[in-house]
């Protein structure tokens, strides 16, 4: 039986929800697979790409330097514990 802590969090009753330890378990994922996500989706200079649950946003931020200063990277996460981890310029 799990808790439910917001919109996506679980943890099983009497254990504390580590945020942590999920950025690093899924954040290690996605380093390993995003990059081939990238190049078949054909993402390039000037592209805007939208990554939907984004979680720890590992792949809005691999994809950043792909897209260079005149694309744009928006991660959007719909769980009460996202946070930002890039701000806009300016």
């Known amino acids: 039986m799990s808790t439910s802590f917001g ?6 009753p009497g ?6 330890a999920y950025d ?6 996605s380093r390993l697979f995003v ?5 078949a989706a054909e993402v390039s200079v000037g592209y ?11 792949a809005a931020l691999m994809t950043l330097p792909v897209v260079g200063p ?10 009460s514990n996202a ?4 701000r806009p310029p300016g």
């Open 24 to 29: 690093r378990y899924l954040g290690r994922w």
């Open 48 to 58: 805007r790409v939208l990554d939907v649950a984004t979680g720890p946003g590992e």
């Open 15 to 20: 254990r504390a929800v580590d945020t942590l």
């Open 35 to 39: 990059p081939a996500l990238i190049a």
């Open 7 to 12: 919109l996506a969090l679980h943890a099983a």
């Open 83 to 86: 946070r930002s981890r890039v």
């Open 70 to 79: 005149s694309g744009v990277v928006i991660g959007g996460h719909l769980a």
